[in-house]
Nanobody, 116 residues
Framework: QVQLVESGGGLVQAGGSLRLSCAVS?????????MGWHRQAPGKQRELVAT???????NYADSVKGRFTISRDNAKNTVYLQMNSLKPEDTAVYYC?????????WGQGTQVTVSS
């Protein structure tokens, strides 16, 4: 059974930083799959934040470019999202995903709240 467990969320002031982690268990295919981070704010649809392929090619939403960095450690089956210069509009539940070409597995989410 594949499980994705996010951690690292919390409350931070605007301008601050957080690092999210997503640990994957039960999958032998972590290293060959695209990993992603998505977020959903209250009353809004879930949106893609960033993805990283098995070759470590990355893609970011325009709203986070230059502030967020996605990375992966295949030895630890873990993907990270370093979030800097956080803004109140970054407040959301953040989810990680695994799958190619579309996400197949999802984590349970971790809350990120940015106060102004």
């Amino acid at each position: 059974q594949v499980q994705l467990v996010e951690s690292g969320g919390g409350l931070v002031q605007a301008g601050g930083s957080l690092r999210l982690s997503c640990a994957v268990s039960g999958s032998r295919f972590f290293s060959v799959n695209t990993m992603g981070w998505h977020r959903q704010a209250p009353g809004k649809q879930r949106e893609l934040v960033a993805t990283i392929t098995r070759s470590r090619s990355t893609n970011y939403a325009d709203s986070v470019k230059g502030r967020f960095t996605i990375s992966r450690d295949n030895a630890k089956n873990t993907v990270y999202l370093q979030m800097n210069s956080l803004k109140p509009e970054d407040t959301a539940v953040y989810y990680c995903s695994l799958g190619d070409p579309e996400p197949v597995y999802w984590g349970q989410g971790t809350q990120v709240t940015v106060s102004s």
